[in-house]
């Protein structure tokens, strides 16, 4: 029985996952798009956690190696691309606010998390949630 409401609920989850929208993060999460990945920035990735935790932010890489650690539903993904149109040529990284709206973007070849968390760190609505942290 245990294990079959543990099943049911891992399947719900991917379900709610594969569905979500842009709009469904709004006012909860900054949203970090990453076109395409690589085994550079996966690495990078997975020694940030606490800073992308502090700041809200939710990755999603639609191709490359760590997409699969980053899962972004069909939809999902879809509304991303027709959202932010990735130039293939020029690849770029792109951040979504917690408004909803698409914030900042940098090149590949130019991102760090030091940029990221320095743009983040200056806006007003991070100003104040910093104020009122606990």
Same mark, same amino acid.
């Given at each position: 029985?245990?294990?079959s409401f543990i099943l049911a609920v891992?399947?719900?989850?991917?379900?709610?996952?594969?569905?979500?929208?842009?709009?469904?993060?709004?006012?909860?999460?900054?949203?970090?798009?990453?076109?395409?990945?690589?085994?550079?920035?996966?690495?990078?990735?997975?020694?940030?956690?606490?800073g992308l935790d502090e700041r809200d932010?939710?990755?999603?890489?639609?191709?490359? &190696?760590?997409?699969?650690?980053? &899962?972004?539903?069909?939809?999902?993904?879809?509304?991303?691309?027709?959202?932010?149109?990735?130039?293939?040529?020029?690849?770029?990284?792109?951040?979504?606010?917690?408004?909803?709206?698409?914030?900042?973007?940098?090149?590949?070849t130019e991102f760090s998390f030091k940029?990221?968390?320095?743009?983040?760190?200056?806006?007003?609505?991070?100003?104040?949630?910093?104020?009122?942290?606990?």
């Amino acid at each position: 029985m245990m294990k079959s409401f543990i099943l049911a609920v891992s399947l719900l989850s991917q379900t709610v996952l594969a569905s979500d929208r842009i709009s469904d993060f709004q006012w909860k999460n900054r949203l970090l798009i990453i076109p395409e990945s690589t085994q550079s920035l996966n690495d990078q990735l997975a020694r940030e956690n606490t800073g992308l935790d502090e700041r809200d932010l939710k990755v999603f890489i639609l191709s490359g &190696p760590g997409a699969s650690k980053h &899962p972004t539903g069909k939809e999902l993904a879809a509304e991303f691309t027709k959202r932010l149109s990735p130039d293939p040529k020029e690849p770029k990284i792109f951040l979504i606010g917690k408004d909803g709206r698409t914030t900042l973007s940098w090149k590949s070849t130019e991102f760090s998390f030091k940029k990221l968390y320095a743009s983040i760190d200056a806006m007003p609505m991070r100003q104040r949630e910093m104020r009122e942290a606990p």
